[in-house]
């Protein structure tokens, strides 16, 4: 109960849509790298809500696009979809989502992306009022809360959002009315992303969609309208799109600069932006930060792709790849001989002797958290006959775990935590080591880099703390 | 939400006890007949509690003793553990129990046998306070009911049982104080039963051991001590077994009849009976009530066994295997085409054709609910060549479902609802259809007669409504 | 390779029955108990066989009584299917059955119960031919001779069973011609029974059956026809059922006395008579040899039930439960901690004190091979209370390993081998011990005596041996 | 029986490492991308063969290395392992490999990659001599010839592989002479890659390692030696490494170029080069050959993108990435729907709308097989807004499928059989489609061009047909 897990995940929200369920699915496969736990669907019918869900990728949970024994179970043209991000600890089938949960007389299911840094607040005051917790996610509170006020009409509702603080974006569904509401919101601060579509087919009503990313949208040829706004909630039901403005967007916003950084994919539209050419253009704003003398520049596949050719564009060397990865790899492997085991981390990524032997070598990823994968590929790389090594991170070092919803390792295990730039180059073996700047980043963003939350690199957010 | 399963099941809790884990699923494993949808077991160490639940027998979820992955995964010397009965509709992993939650600082496990007749006015009454419902049983509900009143001390948890009405007997267990605390307890009217027992090793200090029936005991090795008494609550710890009355046991008590007719193993001890010897004296009363001319006795096994070697001896007449039961048939076939589907309801018992041919036979069963299976057996035997069917009944006409716990189908699937006897000897084809009478039955009692349940016959309980 | 698996197991064949696979499937049910090893089903559609086989139980090889992935994996009409007996090492897929194979043009399947008991030298004088063998049965060897012999009409593959020798019944399919051709043969021993059925429906033509016992003809209303003869090949295709003398029947029969004692299903019909019948029979002969002043006699379940019953009714002692057997227990319970270990060996069976304390018991069984279950049986009452434990076995001592097909332990593993039934007394800690004689065995088949094989109580087979 | 699978196959082979069958997974694991339909490892102790296959990806049949039960079932220090590709029809565990066999005294196992193209006749002379076939593998035969031969020392082995014709590269494992004999060999053509390479670790006698590409030896750390030379056969057992020449290396020899067209992984060692590079002077060459005027050029990814690399510098246009591959896509999604199901297909690549819209967009892959992903993909980018789009393909038109082991599809599904490059463009609905010639691919080979196979674009060989 008491380990609380980071929820960095993708929600998916569909309205009108006959075979909801399988087009919740269909976004969940565009959402997987979101989240890689568990997968589960809810869908609504005749004022019943019906739930699959299950540890492991959507294609595990969901084989041929629906559950494994009954493919029929999730009938109904309104559903939600969540997939959930690996967690080290707290990885457990009674955390999956969507959550189910009935108040009064009414069934609610809710898919929540982000994390309630107030919850030790909220689930304090909940406990002291004789709430009963039977899961360990933030999630849960937003459902206790919304029992606890008995709230079921949309104005209802929206005032328990208000008391929520950051962050979150979510989606929600009611079996009632007919054929099932389905609510989506976004925190005032707009920390996650949350996007509205719909799609449009001769001779039929137009479907609505919610999602995470617009890549969802997409994979069911849905078409983008605009972003859930911070401190909206929109609800689709039987009388339409209607919004509500449950608090007022707060000046300056505090988007969470990591969905572009490495998050989101690079196809999506993100705070309306896409992804990859962000990426490029840190990798150019780092050439020029951080040049390095070198033959050739080598991403970190497929993490560093879109920053190293922005960063090989930039300082022209020549993009080479000298790293392969192997994307059939599972996720563990366990030998008790130390052999085998140590040759088990190497399975990851490849070297292509040939393309680095001799070479003075730039290596460009995307950020840089634990360090420990970087480490045995700088190594690797030398072993192959690099000639030099030179590591280039195309954003800020990562100092400081994410208290609004994104999955980082401790504190502690965070590389750049409490280490200088030279330490880290030091402990990697790197011939040199260059990261972005926090004002190079921020400046590819022009009048909106005020909108952003930087709080892993500064270690504060002055915006939130009085 | 809304359907209700009947929650007639096995609980079992061990205190003391090295790899209590093992020896709690040794427990189910002798109480599956109470139960066979989902199996669980809960450890506390060091303060946290331990689960691992699932659906189908106590030999899959916990193959070779322990969960199929990580066997090490329920540490601790302290255990409850759950069988719950198969139910038509609401047959689902969110149902299983031990049920976990947390409210205050505190975490709990549950696991309950039997049915709060209140719950409708306890589930509106929490839903008033804001309650969120996260599953279908009514055993959430005592959980609720904790966090509710804030009850953590044994003395504020009796208070809390006050409330619950009829009927429980259930297990719960507390990772504190160290090395856990196990609450048992049994509601003012003893429906179900629950007994305790103790372990004692040489060299070692003693273990206390509660469950339904006494052939979890048995199991293990442990002696039976005492029943725990309606209106009981016993607390087990490191100070010791302490012994709460939270309520005055009922005069008289209500103990459920059909423990004995057939829902407890006929090796175990029972509100201070073994029900095989209940079920012999059961067949020699019936025999005396509804005798009949006829070459020889046939049990419907297993169930129908115990009574008809008393009614043989009774009436003097042999008792003979014209049936076999395949006790390896699994729970559905389906097949597509009619033939196959027809033959497949004949898979769980056999005829022994030369046994019945020729003869005049009495069928004896221990009760009779749906009737659909003796209905098939009745007209295979006369396919077989018998010349007469009786069916002779070792239990009153079930003709009400149970509002306490037992697993009946719904009122109009109960073949005595509505029918007089001689309706339904018309219907199963018989030659002659005799019950016990509840007289006839309760006689059987003496003194204690007074002390059951009889409202699945006599359709209610004078006892309950005032 | 090396290690030789006993093929005890049952077989069926199905031949113009739509959805011929399900009612194969039913077959296997009801054969179970003749195999737990592994299940399997091919059939025959279009010139193609088409095969589903995997390890377990047939529920769950076929759950619903289909593969389960899959349903229309067997089409067609014509159908073989076989349950493996389970074997304690050579437990592979590789070696479940029916076996498919190539050679010439042509595709085999076959399904053989029984024990090819010159194995070896077959074996070898295939080797020498350059045969390649790629599962551990004698089985394959049949399929290798078929090969070798270029057997395809059935009068070749008839010359090939005739160098079979003992021990086989086997049922192959064909292919071709269309919808295929069911054989099934019966070595001229008649080691293991194989029965022959049909199935007569209103508006179709006939379906042909044919099974190991009665019991799997009953399963799907078919009507029992006659035995398969010893020496007889039955080929069942478009031109309708012939029958081919591959060997003269020998005088005497070795039919397997064990199929009578313990192995067949009590309401077969096997070699023409009921087992169940044959048991009480042998319970009542064993009353007479070795009577008991006792004062219950108890069955121990199921196995001991019929001989328990014609004991207690010719001896004059009330037969009574004092033993219940627990039907839902897994096969293994494996636990690091010694008390849990040892209370797990107690899963099986329960005794119920009250009808056993202070009694004189007379424990009846149909045979005694290894002894470990029962002595702990006998410790158990003992404990519970009884007075007085004799037990009575309702054949002689099986002293000798069976070469023809039933899967006995080693020899040092059957408690009677080089033992006297004095030193089995002791080692059991009984009161006394009695043993049902050969002769009085025997004696109960009348004309038919001479007509069995008695090896695994002589040791030798005279009729084999020249 | 008769449909027979394409054996394109990865194989590993391990000698004298501790933990062998770990290390031989992890070779599997490297190899992955040679076949995801099943994979299996043997080991060989103390006489024995052990083994386990399944279904399925490496990671599935050895999570976390091992079996998923009983990671102790794979003891010994050789061993040897395969992956099989995923064919349509065939896939079925009884075809995977390592094949086990006994023969005279020995047991023996296979792993084949490579097809026998003389299989038929082979088989049909096996067939003829009476063996019994058992899968529908070409591997199998070898096997039926090393019993039909009665081969067991090497140099009978050998005289057996110089039966066999193209294509096949194999590994061996006999458990005898102790501790087992790995036998590693090619065919005279040298289709199919095989390597040999060598762990040295201090204080520990040298472990031989063979596999089908250099990446598995990377990935245990094992250095290349040298290839297995075509006609050599090598036998490493307790005396060492020996080599036989079973047969001359033809002249020239047929080494498959689509090995570095697309099969072997980018930065494996193959024919003495590496793919990655050999792939981007493919490109190269394309650009020179098939120059087109356009604003980017974009990779199909992951397989076209060394290609993309060479041809983007060739022609000096910038590489982007306009499609991203979604590497958590399952195999296949099942949906009644006909939106759901058309969604469906767009899984697995992504467009950057950003990047392509209003582009002229050359896009670049390795071959083009069915065309189906391609259409859909050309299709996609002109929704996407694309002004123009050119596709360039770095090898001949693929017009045939293979003999010797490449798994193509039929001879009708290929979409260049029987059509001009223009009626390709046309169905593709492309404004232009360039394929590289065969002499400009050859050309890039030097001097060792002759030593190739290029049957599927010529349609056949000249050097094998007399």
């Known amino acids: 109960m008491h380990t609380k897990p980071r929820d960095a995940c993708g929600i998916v929200g569909i309205y009108n849509l006959e075979d909801a369920a399988r087009h919740a699915v269909l976004g969940l496969h565009a959402l997987q790298h979101r989240g890689q736990e568990s997968a589960g669907v809810v869908t609504a019918l005749d004022g019943k809500l019906h739930c699959h869900k299950g540890m492991g990728l959507v294609a595990n949970v969901f084989p041929g696009g629906s559950p494994a024994e009954g493919a029929d179970r999730l009938p109904g043209t309104t559903a939600i979809g969540h997939v959930r991000y690996s967690t080290a600890g707290g990885s457990n089938l009674v955390n999956a989502q969507p959550l189910i949960a009935g108040y009064m007389d009414s069934e609610v299911a809710l898919g929540h992306n982000g994390n309630l840094c107030q919850s030790q ?6 406990a002291s009022h004789g709430a009963l917790f039977q ?9 206790h809360l919304l029992a606890q006020h008995q709230a079921k009409t ?9 008391l929520l603080g950051p962050a979150f974006s979510l989606v929600m569904l009611y079996p009632l009315p007919l054929p099932g509401r389905l609510i989506a919101a976004r925190d005032p601060w707009g920390f996650r992303p949350l996007v509205l579509g719909e799609l449009k087919r001769p001779g039929k009503s137009v479907a609505m969609v919610v999602a995470s990313e617009t890549c969802a949208l997409d994979q069911i040829e849905a078409e983008y309208v605009r972003e859930i706004e911070p401190g909206e909630m929109v609800i689709i039901d039987h009388a339409g799109l209607r919004s509500i403005r449950f608090a007022q967007a707060q000046t300056p916003l505090w988007r969470c600069l990591l969905e572009h950084i490495y998050f989101a994919r690079p196809d999506s539209l993100v705070f309306g932006e896409t992804p990859h050419l962000v990426r490029e253009r840190c990798g150019e704003a780092l050439a020029k930060e951080q040049p390095v003398a070198a033959d050739i520049v080598v991403p970190i596949p497929d993490s560093g792709f879109s920053a190293a050719m922005g960063y090989a564009r930039a300082i022209n060397i020549p993009l080479e790849r000298g790293l392969i990865r ?3 790899v599972g996720r563990s492997f366990i030998a008790p001989g130390q052999h085998a085991r140590a040759m088990a981390v190497r399975m990851k990524h490849n070297i292509v002797r040939e393309v680095v032997e001799g070479k003075r070598i730039v290596l460009v990823d995307d950020s840089l958290i634990r360090g420990t994968t970087t480490a045995t590929l700088a190594q690797s790389l030398r072993k192959a006959g690099a000639k030099e090594v030179h ?6 070092p990562t100092r400081h775990p994410c208290a609004y919803g994104v999955d980082f390792p401790d504190r502690d295990e965070l590389i750049a935590h409490n280490r200088s730039v030279d330490e880290i180059r030091h402990l990697l073996e790197l011939d040199s080591l260059g990261y972005l700047s926090e004002q190079g980043l921020l400046r590819l963003f022009g009048q909106n880099a005020a909108d952003f939350c930087t709080a892993c690199w500064s270690g504060c957010n002055p915006k939130l703390e009085p």
Request: aromatic fraction near 4%; charged fraction near 20%.
């Open 135 to 143: 899961t360990s996610t933030d999630s849960e509170l937003v459902l």
């Open 326 to 328: 192997n994307h059939y």
């Open 154 to 162: 949309p104005e209802e509702i929206a005032r328990v959002l208000a």
């Open 391 to 396: 590591l280039r991170i195309a954003c800020p």
């Open 121 to 126: 607040t909220l689930r304090a005051q909940l």
